[in-house]
């Protein structure tokens, strides 16, 4: 069982940075792969970006140059350094831990970019 929680979310204007961050708990977090999803209002979750156990990334054509996820596997973390933020990136962010068949979320944060 991994429990996961988001946080870092927040108001930002258009050009702006946010980092979220995800604590994860309970099973041995570097053996999971770890993302991050969006979804915005009226739209299917979206898959942005996933770091697997030894580190490698991929990105959404969506924010690939613009976004970077990152883990540390000795804290139990995963973040998402946003820069040069837009307002098609309003959505609520999730968290994503998936190992096999297993797979958990956490319960999502809010970023809003708007002026």
């Known amino acids: 069982q991994v429990q996961l929680v988001e946080s870092g979310g927040g108001l930002v204007q258009p050009g702006g940075s946010l980092r979220l961050s995800c604590a994860a708990s309970?099973?041995?977090?570097?053996?999971?792969?770890m993302a991050w999803y969006r979804q915005a209002p009226g739209k299917q979750r979206e898959l942005i970006a996933t770091v697997t156990s030894g580190g490698s990334t991929n990105y959404a054509d969506s924010v690939k140059g613009r976004f970077t996820i990152s883990r540390d596997n000795a804290k139990n973390t995963v973040c998402l350094r946003m820069n040069s933020l837009k307002p098609d990136d309003t959505a609520v962010y999730y968290c994503n831990a998936r190992r096999g068949l297993k797979d958990y979320w956490g319960q999502g944060t809010q970023v809003t970019v708007s002026s």
């Open positions: 309970g099973s041995i977090f570097s053996s999971y792969v």
